[in-house]
């Protein structure tokens, strides 16, 4: 079981393929908690020169709700992390973890049907861009 589903964008620039993706995550329920920019980060804190990649930490608040009452340390686990890089210019691969490829590791029943909805609601949003 792969732990992510990825797409590939052609002929979109890295920041409207940030919108996009934010945009078709919002139609799926999902807010941005945390934007994180490892371009600029590791250019930062270690000068050296990255490609465009940001992770998006998305989050389905009634779902997360869900998952934290079946499991209390769930929150190890969440956000959901989106990640669009662009290692050349006009190509942008947009991936999304798979909950439920990363909920195995959890011995708790009661989170498979959370995570295979998260993850169908995750699908969505990927092959929607």
Known sequence: ???????????????????????????????ILTEIDIKATLKKKLDVDFYNYKILGACNPPYAYKALLAEDKIGTMLPCNVIV??????LVE????????SMQAIENGEL?????????????????L
């Not at 792969?2 to 590939?8: A, P, Q, T, W």
């Not at 498979?112 to 929607?128: C, D, M, Y």
């Open 1 to 31: 079981m792969n732990y992510y589903f990825s797409k590939s964008l052609v002929n979109v620039t890295f920041d409207e393929a940030i919108q996009k993706v934010t945009e078709s995550l919002k139609e799926e329920g999902f807010g």
């Open 85 to 90: 890089q662009e290692k050349e210019a006009g």
């Open 94 to 101: 947009v991936s999304a973890v798979d909950p439920a490829a």
């Open 112 to 128: 498979t049907p959370i995570a295979n909805e998260i993850r169908a609601k995750l699908q969505k949003v990927i092959n929607a």
